[in-house]
């Protein structure tokens, strides 16, 4: 059973528009929610995170909200660039220190 | 900056032969992980580890042992490779922080296994 789902599975905008990425989750009991951006070839970084005792953080174009009723959070890319294409994935962590659950992952291409 | 490194790079095994994968971080972390990524599958857990000696079952441990002789190290063994098990393997490490878990991955190794 996937712990953490997400969409959509890719996505297309132009540059300067705004991106959307969506993750719904399953346990009640996740409490920390890191994004991870890849680009080809590379591992993944941590791009923000959120507690669930928050609802909206920000950082520059990225801001990640989250809403614990509904059991979703999202990635809200502002001004997208170029250099923003790459792959995303949303991840969540319940009481298991350091055991993080993926999603599948937004392949994301940002046309100038 | 957090430095985890894989080896080799790249790998064709063949079926049957046995496969070890490595990684190596300098963060001094207590936790490092395996990984496989496979195209709408994402990132899944394969072993995992809290220390030197320790080593845990993720989601997808069958087919796969894992080894953390020391702090720095820990690597992935494929006993019997199959080509289900061509992929591309990550190893990261982190601290379990409670507020902020990051973790720091690795290149990654692309395993073929005819």
């Known amino acids: 059973q996937q712990q953490v789902r997400q969409s959509p599975q890719s996505l297309t905008v132009w540059e300067g528009g705004t991106t959307v990425l969506t993750c719904s989750y399953e346990?009640?009991?996740?409490?920390?929610f890191p994004w991870y951006q890849q680009f080809p070839g590379e591992g993944p970084a941590l791009l923000i995170s959120?507690?669930?005792?928050?609802d909206k953080k920000e950082d520059g174009r990225f801001t990640t909200f989250f809403n614990k009723r509904e059991k979703k959070l999202s990635l809200h890319i502002i001004d997208s660039q170029p250099g923003d294409s790459a792959t995303y994935f949303c991840?969540?962590?319940?009481?298991?220190?350091?055991?993080?659950?993926f999603g599948a992952g937004t392949q994301l291409i940002v046309i100038p | 900056e957090a430095a985890v490194t894989q080896s080799p790079r790249n790998k064709v095994a063949v079926t049957g032969g046995k496969v070890t994968l490595s990684c190596n971080q300098t963060n001094n972390h207590n936790n490092m992980y395996w990984y496989r990524q496979d195209t709408g599958h994402g990132l899944r857990l394969i072993h995992y580890?809290?220390?030197?000696?320790?080593?845990e079952k993720g989601d997808i441990p069958d087919g796969y042992k894992a080894s953390r002789p020391s702090q720095e190290n820990f690597s992935l063994i494929l006993e019997l490779a199959t080509p289900s098990q061509t992929s591309v393997y990550f190893c990261?490490?982190?601290?379990?922080?409670?507020?902020?878990?990051?973790?720091?991955f690795g290149p990654g190794t692309r395993l073929l296994v005819l």
């Open positions: 346990d009640s009991t996740f409490n920390y």
């Open positions: 580890s809290y220390g030197a000696g320790s080593t």
């Open positions: 991840a969540g962590r319940g009481s298991a220190l350091g055991r993080l659950h």
């Open positions: 959120i507690l669930s005792v928050s």
């Open positions: 990261a490490s982190g601290d379990g922080g409670i507020n902020q878990d990051t973790q720091y």
